[in-house]
């Protein structure tokens, strides 16, 4: 059973482009969590989606972030015209359909705006 | 606002000894606590959770203790291995939210020869 999986692992940009971030939940996880890490401090949360619906996006900023789940395929954490403050570990991770509080990581996807 | 954060930042033991991170939490409203390991470049790695309504839970050479009176939670780690050196974190939740989890910000244990 695979874990989660992210990509890219590492993503450059420059100011102005748009970013994009995949996350394969694990298999039999429908619910999906993002997270993103400054250096040497705490991850913070984002977004928590099911498939299909963003159930809590609190932890999104206002502007420029978004994030979906569709019914096939992996989910997507998308920042558009991309400031160099979004430079940061953007982790993934997912817990299994039926309810449980365990959440497992995936490996992050370091972006750096340049 | 409430948080959840760390004593030490740092914590340097010798291989074989016993380790013990420690984690100060201010949300009473938490009763699901998670210790993660981050190695560096990777994600956090799971350890070991413990619920509001236990005390204490071990695990496989790891212990976690709750004390919901002080709002203190501990992660010990028997007979420290090279292999344990990364940065721990941990993790709450409260109840009845979406799960999300808030994070303290880090010890890096690091392990001596």
């Known amino acids: 059973n695979a874990g989660v999986m992210q990509n890219p692992r590492h993503l450059v940009r420059r100011r102005g482009q748009e970013a994009r971030l995949r996350c394969s939940p694990m298999?039999?996880?429908?619910?999906v969590y993002w997270y993103r890490q400054l250096p040497e401090e705490g991850l913070k949360f984002m977004v928590y989606?099911?498939?299909?619906?963003?159930?809590?996006e609190s932890g999104m900023p206002k502007e420029r972030f978004s994030a979906e789940f569709p019914k096939e395929g992996p989910s997507i954490l998308r920042i558009q015209q991309v400031v160099r403050g979004d430079s940061a570990a953007y982790f993934c991770a997912s817990s299994p359909l039926v309810y449980t509080d365990t959440q497992y990581f995936g490996p992050g996807t370091r972006l750096t705006v340049l | 606002g409430e948080s959840v954060g760390l004593h030490l930042p740092t914590l340097s033991v010798q291989e074989g000894d016993n380790s013990i991170i420690n984690c100060a939490y201010s949300n009473s409203a938490s009763d699901y606590f998670i210790w993660y390991k981050q190695e560096s470049g990777k994600g956090p790695q799971f350890i070991i959770d413990i619920r509001s309504n236990m005390d204490k839970r071990q695990g496989q050479r790891v212990t976690v203790l709750l004390n919901k009176t002080v709002k203190h939670l501990s992660l010990q780690i028997a007979a420290t291995q090279p292999g344990d050196s990364a940065v721990y974190f941990c993790?709450?939740?409260?109840?009845?939210?979406?799960?999300?989890?808030?994070f303290g910000s880090g010890t890096q244990l690091t392990v001596l020869p």
């Open positions: 993790a709450e939740s409260p109840s009845g939210s979406a799960r999300q989890l808030t």
């Open positions: 298999k039999g996880h429908s619910h």
């Open positions: 989606l099911q498939k299909e619906n963003i159930i809590d």
